[in-house]
């Protein structure tokens, strides 16, 4: 049972499980080695600091804001992210969905796309318990992974605020890009470099929960068969 998890989980996240002629699999865990369902990263703070705008207006307009933040999953346990928790604020209606994604790390901000899925939501206001539809499979790594949430909507006037906290977790403070703004246009940079808001901190707030669980092979890159 949980191969067939991990194998699909491995899949979504744009990874392969190879099964070997003799139908071992190339990536493995012990039933002993899957952990239970868990918090896996928090920097949640309880006191919240102002929010910077994390949205896509869809439809007819170009205009958008998508916020990050850095993480690091310190090995040798992998994560398999399930759901996602951040805190937030609403102008306007509800959004009609929220995008999340994962990106590795290049020249200390976000780089390549590695997960990109649409979210269920729950919570209450803006605070959002996203849950994934599929896992996101996250590799133990010596460099940080980035999580983006932005809301979508058709709507200018829906716009979600990602709460920030008052101190730097992880090893880079929040990113930012956006349709307009000198510094981010279209482009991540920090976001003290194009998106000082009164009263907010370096970091968003945000955790991640799922299974931690130890490989015991690997897991390959996709192979193309022809």
Known sequence: MWLKFLKRAALAFGLAVVVASGGQAGAKAHEG??????????????????????????????TYTQGADDFLVPGPAWFIVNSVEVRGEIAGAPPNSVLVEFYNTVNNLPGN???????????????????????????A??????????????????????????????SYPAA???????????????RSTC???????????????????????????PLIRR
């Open 33 to 62: 080695m899957l952990g239970p369902q868990a918090v896996l990263y928090n920097q949640i703070e309880p006191t919240s600091q102002e929010g910077v705008s994390s949205t896509r207006v869809t439809g007819n307009f170009t």
């Open 113 to 139: 796309l590695l997960y990109s899925q649409t979210a269920s939501v729950g919570g209450a206001g803006g605070d959002f318990i996203l849950t994934l539809p599929t896992p996101a499979v996250l590799p």
């Open 141 to 170: 790594s010596g460099t940080p992974y980035w999580l983006s949430v932005q809301s979508q909507s058709n709507s200018p006037t829906v716009v979600w605020f990602w709460k920030t906290r008052s101190q730097v977790a992880g």
């Open 195 to 221: 998106a000082t808001v009164a009263g907010a901190g370096p970091d968003n707030q945000f955790s991640l929960s799922g299974i931690a669980f130890t490989p015991t092979a690997f897991l390959y890159l």
């Open 176 to 190: 930012y890009k956006t349709a307009t703004l000198p510094g981010c246009t279209n482009v991540w940079a920090s």
